[in-house]
DNA sequence: TGGGTCATGTAACCTGTTACATGATTAG
DNA sequence: CTAATCATGTAACAGGTTACATGACCCA
């Protein structure tokens, strides 16, 4: 997947392994991590399959730097990967791990829980906006500017998640509530 | 993570590897998966680090088995893991990796995307029925069956996560079919 | 002189996936 | 007779994380 996501990045533009890095962090981070120690080793990879090219650059005043491209089989293979039939949506989700098992801790702390989960999805809606202000930035280097709809769409899905996840998390408290109020009865 | 889920499971009682494997499948599965060869190295690590024990048990006309059992140290280990503070909601979303590169794809193709995330919406909910039939054949084992509300809690989430991708597929349907419509009027 | 940015990586480790192997019982 | 279920794993590989290392420039 991440090998995909690079080969996707320099399908817009040749970069060296620091850009890819700094773009991860800057528009994907929301959906997608990446060490640079992996983004090197992938690189790697992806140049020993024949996907990318590499090119020494010299600075002066800098160190050296490798500037990568996609190669025309790199492009087939993005568009094979693209073009693959394989939506479903497995994913881990940690959140419900720790949900799950939460039966051990009493219902006041579990509330807790909840509440710091709400807490959190507004800092992950800045961490959005963050992104999406980079967009514009970004939008420049595409030769048809309205492919960029296509990245809205990931912050679209962003904002409605935070939503529901804020919203779900509401119910449980409230329900959590609710039964707290019940044994203060009995 | 996986360690905590093992340990999560075992806490309701003690179970053989394969059972784990099977409770897996029937309740976290969506939104955990392991495979056997994973959770039988797991148990290996959990047993070293002395958060379960293990006993063998012979058994005529099926094969031995290895009932393992938590340990208090387990019990402390899983207790400090579900207090932990670290509800952040990082995790990878290969769907919206495919997205955010689908502009170098017709628009009819994209939408077709669309449409197929939105029949495997369908796939997933009968996934996680299920798994919330399977709720009251374990709910049993609780010896308090009132914590069972946090199993509810996650398949309410499925539900809800469910019923916002697929909306989100619909605006992205109409979005891109409003483009279309667009280009046609040139 | 100290911290930030640009730029490269290595090494060790942990986690997850795929493929394979074995062997007995039981139900159709 | 064959497939499913119970029950155990190993081996190899792929993917991801953490920690560390180096070095020069530029700005305050």
Same mark, same amino acid.
């Given at each position: 997947?991440?090998?995909?996501?690079?080969?996707?990045?320099?399908?817009?533009?040749?970069?060296?392994?620091?850009?890819?890095?700094?773009?991860?962090?800057?528009?994907?981070?929301?959906?997608?991590?990446?060490?640079?120690?992996?983004?090197?080793?992938?690189?790697?990879?992806?140049?020993?399959?024949?996907?990318?090219?590499?090119?020494?650059?010299?600075?002066?005043?800098?160190?050296?730097?490798?500037?990568?491209?996609?190669?025309?089989?790199?492009?087939?293979?993005?568009?094979?990967?693209?073009?693959?039939?394989?939506?479903?949506?497995?994913?881990?989700?940690?959140?419900?791990?720790?949900? =799950?098992?939460? /039966?051990?801790?009493?219902?006041?702390?579990? +509330? @807790?829980?909840?509440?710091? $989960?709400? !807490? &959190?999805?507004?800092? =992950?809606?800045? /961490?959005?906006?963050?992104?999406?202000?980079? +967009? @514009?930035?970004?939008?420049? $280097?595409? !030769? &048809?500017?309205?492919?960029?709809?296509?990245?809205?769409?990931?912050?679209?899905?962003?904002?409605?998640?935070?939503?529901?996840?804020?919203?779900?998390?509401?119910?449980?408290?409230?329900?959590?509530?609710?039964?707290?109020?019940?044994?203060?009865?009995?």
């Amino acid at each position: 997947m991440l090998k995909h996501g690079i080969l996707g990045l320099l399908n817009y533009g040749s970069m060296t392994g620091y850009d890819i890095m700094l773009t991860f962090k800057n528009s994907l981070n929301f959906f997608w991590t990446a060490q640079t120690s992996q983004i090197y080793r992938e690189l790697q990879t992806l140049k020993n399959r024949g996907w990318v090219a590499d090119e020494s650059i010299v600075q002066s005043g800098k160190p050296d730097k490798k500037l990568f491209s996609i190669t025309e089989s790199g492009r087939a293979e993005l568009n094979r990967w693209l073009m693959e039939d394989d939506t479903g949506f497995e994913s881990k989700s940690p959140i419900l791990m720790k949900t =799950f098992f939460r /039966g051990e801790r009493s219902i006041e702390e579990n +509330i @807790e829980f909840f509440r710091r $989960l709400q !807490k &959190n999805c507004g800092d =992950f809606v800045s /961490g959005i906006s963050g992104s999406t202000n980079s +967009i @514009e930035m970004y939008q420049k $280097l595409l !030769k &048809n500017p309205q492919k960029a709809i296509y990245w809205r769409m990931t912050f679209e899905y962003g904002a409605m998640y935070v939503r529901m996840v804020n919203e779900w998390a509401q119910r449980c408290i409230d329900e959590l509530e609710d039964i707290k109020n019940e044994s203060i009865d009995d």
